[in-house]
């Protein structure tokens, strides 16, 4: 019996498919009792309906036979459905010795990975497929979640500790992560997505970790690590105001700041507002970005300088 | 408990209700001062009750305004960061302005002292305390609507309560306040439970309603304050850096939801154990039966109080606590699930083989059943330790506890509130309309909540201010179904209003009930009773004449024309 398709997401990991038959084993079970119940109530409803206001009823208040088998029912399946629940909990608790390691960061707004050769990518996470994965995960500021709903499973992460969580990921492919602890404005824009590859497709990603291909124009590189970095859950690109101020028509746009002075947008700026973002606050704005030091490349950042100038 | 007692002789004779009493609890004075001042535990639970369908209409519009958000999946009327401050508001308005208070201190204050035959609880200047203390509080809550609202979710998890610009402080001091206001009322149920029940009246015959209160008084006595501590420590963390939940001074941001959840774990027991003592009755007295399993209906309300207190970890699965403690909290979270289990079947087997009358409190009974048996068994998902993982913050959770909170809690209410409407008003309502409204309200309810379960197994998680595509369609059911509610509670209010106004006379018993509050006049007169009730007979015993039920102490010095009798009553207190 697999309710799969319509109530649960794809199978993807590992453990997902033990997780479901417990999901559907008490959905089964569940409905059968509340079936019971409420054939139960319809039927008394009829058939003991009040005839008159003199109805005498039956005094018995109690049947230790029936009651003794409500209890014991349940109880045993409760006991099973515990025992069943433990057993998967601790497949998810216990990582397998040969995991591949990968540091998680959650920052307002975005996710930051950070693999074994200082390579770093952000909110889009890849990782072999067959291969089991640790995330070991912290938080730079509020409590996040990283949840990856085709693997079930979820683990928060909490600034000034380490949480792991591990997985293996069945065939290449894509899947959703949300972040699921609420995090302040922009935490339902907290969007990435694993990218499990074959094995050496993986190894050639990593070689390459991400940075620019060869033959790609710097803007169109620009507007890639715009959608990819977590820019767009805060700065838009057609005029609304979100969280930061728009890129469009920023470029070479005037800028009053909140301790009075003002500038331009320029090369510098956004470089300066990108790496130390508390530098220069824009009048009106909330001082809530995090610092991208480290993350982008000389070459990143004049790319996503060049998308902002190509943004009219 | 009850074999401990001792027996008895007492002269008693029939007191018949007087039909039309001079006066009553509502008329007796007049003016806005008798109504500031009193100390007539009807009248401050009247004025709790206009206070929490007051609040219950703010949270409820609160709750419109989030649901029309999501009818899309980006931007519909409003801004990410009023929609964070709108849910986080729904949330503690409901909560700690609405459904804690709304059964014990509205219909327990009312009904709590009369169903044990005193003329009030047992401190009425501090029940009075109680409800400014709970006005001082949600004047507190209005003011942090007022100062640019708090965006942190009715949780307040640390460390992001700790760095919002928003009005955090105003709002936890509010809660903080609040929480006497039920330390208080918890205390003066106990008190009065313990010291003013009448004659005759053993714990064994105690209305189920009441032991219902008795159990939620404990709880709230008993874990209030751990919220007022957490509370007091994150305003502390705000204006002083004292630095216990703020991990960049040492302090850890876990701890505060092993402090929250240690109380408003317990809370949810608040919430949802007065409406199990209404259900019993209601269920009983439509039934004209004897409650199945008195004893264990009333010691397990005892039972999931005090193992309540030892299962909040259970909210935490993936917040980074021990794989030893989830395990330990998982266990015992479905210990808690048999009594309450049980306890539904003890309602169905009341019903077999009664007269069950079909009136609008038993419709909300059975609704009740239907829609708190979902609640439980959910209960019971998201209590598997490797399934929670996967729902754990998504709108299966945020479906499972409206289940239990207003599939349960507030329909329990709504029957609870018609079912005494009699009592407390002296009108009756209309069937009719009653009933459409229920099913409407059933209907409505189901709409909006049913299709959050699938949209949390398919993995939506809560608090999204903006979803992806897939989710559009159950969004789309769930935001009408909250229109159909809409539609079902302005129903209620229409007759209910209708019915104060030119509602036919209601008599002092309309339901042929056999607890005490019904052996006083529709209103009640100010001091309930005129005479000391005597019980001699069970509060579900329909099988014995009524007015074996309307027994009073014959006046030692009587005047001789009226017929005496003596009675044996097992009493285990001193008159």
Same mark, same amino acid.
């Given at each position: 019996?697999?309710?799969?398709?319509?109530?649960?997401?794809?199978?993807?990991?590992?453990?997902?498919?033990?997780?479901?038959?417990?999901?559907?084993?008490?959905?089964?079970?569940?409905?059968?009792?509340?079936?019971?119940?409420?054939?139960?109530?319809?039927?008394?409803?009829?058939?003991?309906?009040?005839?008159?206001?003199?109805?005498?009823?039956?005094?018995?208040?109690?049947?230790?036979?029936?009651?003794?088998?409500?209890?014991?029912?349940?109880?045993?399946?409760?006991?099973?459905?515990?025992?069943?629940?433990?057993?998967?909990?601790?497949?998810?608790?216990?990582?397998?010795?040969?995991?591949?390691?990968?540091?998680?960061?959650?920052?307002?707004?975005?996710?930051?990975?950070?693999?074994?050769?200082?390579?770093?990518?952000?909110?889009?996470?890849?990782?072999?497929?067959?291969?089991?994965?640790?995330?070991?995960?912290?938080?730079?500021?509020?409590?996040?979640?990283?949840?990856?709903?085709?693997?079930?499973?979820?683990?928060?992460?909490?600034?000034?500790?380490?949480?792991?969580?591990?997985?293996?990921?069945?065939?290449?492919?894509?899947?959703?992560?949300?972040?699921?602890?609420?995090?302040?404005?922009?935490?339902?824009?907290?969007?990435?997505?694993?990218?499990?590859?074959?094995?050496?497709?993986?190894?050639?990603?990593?070689?390459?970790?991400?940075?620019?291909?060869?033959?790609?124009?710097?803007?169109?590189?620009?507007?890639?690590?715009?959608?990819?970095?977590?820019?767009?859950?805060?700065?838009?690109?057609?005029?609304?105001?979100?969280?930061?101020?728009?890129?469009?028509?920023?470029?070479?746009?005037?800028?009053?700041?909140?301790?009075?002075?003002?500038?331009?947008?320029?090369?510098?700026?956004?470089?300066?507002?990108?790496?130390?973002?508390?530098?220069?606050?824009?009048?009106?704005?909330?001082?809530?970005?995090?610092?991208?030091?480290?993350?982008?490349?000389?070459?990143?950042?004049?790319?996503?300088?060049?998308?902002?100038?190509?943004?009219? | 408990?009850?074999?401990?007692?001792?027996?008895?002789?007492?002269?008693?004779?029939?007191?018949?209700?007087?039909?039309?009493?001079?006066?009553?609890?509502?008329?007796?004075?007049?003016?806005?001062?008798?109504?500031?001042?009193?100390?007539?535990?009807?009248?401050?639970?009247?004025?709790?009750?206009?206070?929490?369908?007051?609040?219950?209409?703010?949270?409820?519009?609160?709750?419109?305004?989030?649901?029309?958000?999501?009818?899309?999946?980006?931007?519909?009327?409003?801004?990410?960061?009023?929609?964070?401050?709108?849910? &986080? %508001?729904?949330?503690?308005? =409901?909560?700690?302005?609405?459904? $804690?208070?709304?059964?014990?201190? @509205? #219909? /327990?204050?009312?009904?709590?002292?009369?169903?044990?035959?005193?003329?009030?609880?047992?401190?009425?200047?501090?029940?009075?305390?109680?409800?400014?203390?709970?006005?001082?509080?949600?004047?507190?809550?209005?003011?942090?609507?007022?100062?640019?609202?708090?965006?942190?979710?009715?949780?307040?998890?640390?460390?992001?309560?700790?760095?919002?610009?928003?009005?955090?402080?105003?709002?936890?001091?509010?809660?903080?306040?609040?929480?006497?206001?039920?330390?208080?009322?918890?205390?003066?149920?106990?008190?009065?439970?313990?010291?003013?029940?009448?004659?005759?009246?053993?714990?064994?015959?105690?209305?189920?309603?009441?032991?219902?209160?008795?159990?939620?008084?404990?709880?709230?006595?008993?874990?209030?304050?751990?919220?007022?501590? &957490? %509370?007091?420590?994150?305003? =502390?963390?705000?204006?002083?850096? $004292?630095?216990?939940?703020?991990? @960049? #001074? /040492?302090?850890?941001?876990?701890?505060?939801?092993?402090?929250?959840?240690?109380?408003?774990?317990?809370?949810?027991?608040?919430?949802?154990?007065?409406?199990?003592?209404?259900?019993?009755?209601?269920?009983?007295?439509?039934?004209?039966?004897?409650?199945?399993?008195?004893?264990?209906?009333?010691?397990?309300?005892?039972?999931?109080?005090?193992?309540?207190?030892?299962?909040?970890?259970?909210?935490?699965?993936?917040?980074?606590?021990?794989?030893?403690?989830?395990?330990?909290?998982?266990?015992?979270?479905?210990?808690?699930?048999?009594?309450?289990?049980?306890?539904?079947?003890?309602?169905?087997?009341?019903?077999?083989?009664?007269?069950?009358?079909?009136?609008?409190?038993?419709?909300?009974?059975?609704?009740?059943?239907?829609?708190?048996?979902?609640?439980?068994?959910?209960?019971?998902?998201?209590?598997?330790?490797?399934?929670?993982?996967? #729902?754990?913050?998504?709108?299966?959770?945020?479906?499972?506890?409206?289940?239990?909170?207003?599939?349960?809690?507030?329909?329990?209410?709504?029957?609870?509130?018609?079912?005494?409407?009699?009592?407390?008003?002296?009108?009756?309502?209309?069937?009719?309309?009653?009933?459409?409204?229920?099913?409407?309200?059933?209907?409505?309810?189901?709409?909006?909540?049913?299709?959050?379960?699938?949209?949390?197994?398919?993995?939506?998680?809560?608090?999204?201010?903006?979803?992806?595509?897939?989710?559009?369609?159950?969004?789309?059911?769930?935001?009408?179904?909250?229109?159909?509610?809409?539609?079902?509670?302005?129903?209620?209010?229409?007759?209910?209003?209708?019915?104060?106004?030119?509602?036919?006379?209601?008599?002092?018993?309309?339901?042929?009930?056999?607890?005490?509050?019904?052996?006083?006049?529709?209103?009640?007169?100010?001091?309930?009773?005129?005479?000391?009730?005597?019980?001699?007979?069970?509060?579900?015993?329909?099988?014995?004449?009524?007015?074996?039920?309307?027994?009073?102490?014959?006046?030692?010095?009587?005047?001789?024309?009226?017929?005496?009798?003596?009675?044996?009553?097992?009493?285990?207190?001193?008159?």
């Amino acid at each position: 019996m697999n309710f799969g398709n319509f109530f649960l997401p794809p199978q993807k990991s590992t453990i997902a498919g033990e997780v479901d038959q417990l999901f559907n084993f008490i959905n089964l079970v569940s409905a059968v009792i509340l079936l019971g119940i409420v054939v139960a109530i319809v039927f008394f409803i009829f058939k003991y309906k009040r005839k008159s206001e003199n109805d005498t009823t039956s005094l018995v208040d109690h049947n230790t036979t029936l009651e003794v088998t409500w209890t014991a029912i349940p109880l045993f399946l409760i006991i099973y459905v515990f025992i069943w629940g433990f057993q998967d909990f601790m497949k998810m608790r216990t990582t397998p010795g040969d995991s591949y390691e990968i540091h998680v960061t959650g920052k307002s707004w975005f996710w930051e990975y950070t693999y074994a050769n200082g390579g770093k990518v952000l909110n889009d996470l890849y990782v072999p497929a067959g291969k089991p994965i640790k995330l070991v995960m912290t938080s730079s500021d509020v409590l996040h979640s990283f949840y990856v709903p085709d693997y079930r499973i979820k683990q928060d992460v909490v600034p000034g500790r380490y949480t792991t969580v591990w997985f293996e990921v069945m065939e290449p492919g894509e899947s959703v992560i949300f972040c699921t602890e609420y995090c302040g404005r922009s935490h339902s824009d907290m969007i990435g997505k694993v990218v499990a590859l074959e094995q050496s497709e993986f190894d050639e990603w990593l070689r390459s970790s991400g940075g620019k291909p060869e033959d790609m124009p710097l803007a169109e590189w620009g507007e890639k690590l715009y959608t990819s970095s977590g820019c767009q859950a805060c700065h838009s690109v057609d005029g609304s105001q979100i969280v930061g101020p728009s890129f469009k028509g920023s470029w070479e746009s005037a800028r009053q700041f909140e301790d009075g002075t003002s500038g331009v947008v320029d090369e510098n700026y956004i470089r300066e507002s990108i790496i130390n973002p508390s530098a220069k606050i824009v009048k009106g704005y909330p001082p809530v970005m995090a610092s991208y030091d480290g993350l982008f490349s000389d070459e990143d950042l004049s790319a996503i300088i060049e998308y902002i100038k190509s943004l009219k | 408990m009850a074999s401990t007692s001792k027996e008895r002789t007492l002269t008693v004779r029939h007191f018949p209700v007087d039909e039309n009493p001079t006066t009553n609890y509502l008329n007796a004075t007049k003016g806005l001062k008798s109504w500031l001042t009193t100390v007539d535990h009807k009248r401050i639970g009247l004025m709790y009750l206009a206070s929490v369908i007051f609040f219950f209409f703010i949270g409820g519009m609160l709750a419109i305004a989030l649901r029309l958000e999501l009818l899309t999946p980006a931007k519909t009327f409003i801004e990410a960061d009023t929609y964070n401050k709108i849910f &986080t %508001l729904h949330g503690a308005v =409901m909560v700690f302005l609405f459904i $804690i208070p709304s059964i014990p201190a @509205a #219909l /327990g204050n009312m009904f709590l002292p009369m169903m044990v035959g005193a003329k009030d609880v047992a401190f009425p200047r501090l029940n009075l305390a109680s409800f400014y203390i709970y006005i001082f509080g949600a004047a507190f809550t209005i003011y942090s609507i007022a100062v640019n609202g708090i965006d942190t979710g009715w949780t307040f998890y640390t460390p992001y309560s700790t760095k919002t610009g928003t009005a955090v402080i105003a709002m936890t001091f509010g809660v903080f306040i609040m929480g006497f206001s039920s330390i208080l009322t918890g205390l003066n149920f106990i008190v009065t439970l313990h010291k003013l029940r009448s004659p005759g009246l053993t714990w064994g015959k105690m209305p189920l309603f009441n032991w219902a209160l008795y159990a939620t008084s404990v709880i709230q006595v008993l874990a209030t304050p751990v919220l007022a501590i &957490t %509370l007091a420590l994150l305003i =502390m963390e705000r204006t002083l850096g $004292i630095g216990i939940f703020d991990p @960049a #001074l /040492g302090g850890d941001p876990v701890l505060f939801q092993h402090f929250f959840w240690f109380y408003s774990h317990p809370a949810v027991y608040i919430m949802i154990v007065p409406a199990f003592g209404i259900i019993s009755e209601l269920i009983a007295v439509f039934s004209k039966k004897r409650l199945f399993g008195y004893w264990f209906i009333a010691l397990s309300s005892m039972a999931i109080a005090l193992l309540g207190f030892l299962v909040w970890g259970h909210h935490m699965f993936v917040s980074g606590q021990s794989t030893l403690s989830s395990v330990v909290f998982s266990f015992i979270t479905f210990f808690v699930g048999i009594p309450t289990g049980i306890k539904i079947f003890n309602w169905l087997a009341t019903m077999y083989k009664g007269s069950i009358d079909m009136k609008t409190p038993m419709w909300y009974a059975m609704i009740f059943l239907f829609q708190f048996t979902i609640g439980g068994l959910t209960g019971v998902m998201v209590g598997a330790l490797s399934v929670d993982v996967h #729902l754990h913050d998504t709108y299966y959770v945020v479906a499972h506890f409206h289940y239990v909170m207003m599939g349960g809690t507030v329909f329990a209410f709504l029957g609870g509130l018609h079912y005494w409407w009699p009592k407390i008003t002296g009108k009756m309502y209309k069937e009719g309309p009653a009933k459409i409204a229920a099913f409407i309200l059933f209907l409505g309810f189901n709409v909006t909540f049913l299709p959050q379960f699938i949209l949390g197994s398919q993995g939506m998680p809560r608090r999204y201010y903006n979803y992806v595509e897939q989710f559009t369609t159950l969004h789309q059911f769930s935001t009408v179904g909250t229109w159909i509610l809409l539609l079902g509670f302005l129903i209620v209010a229409v007759y209910m209003v209708q019915s104060l106004r030119s509602g036919t006379k209601a008599s002092s018993n309309p339901w042929n009930a056999r607890s005490l509050e019904w052996m006083s006049s529709s209103p009640p007169v100010s001091e309930n009773f005129a005479y000391t009730p005597v019980v001699t007979h069970g509060p579900y015993d329909f099988h014995k004449p009524l007015a074996e039920f309307q027994l009073g102490l014959a006046e030692s010095h009587g005047h001789g024309h009226h017929e005496t009798e003596t009675v044996k009553t097992s009493s285990t207190q001193e008159a």
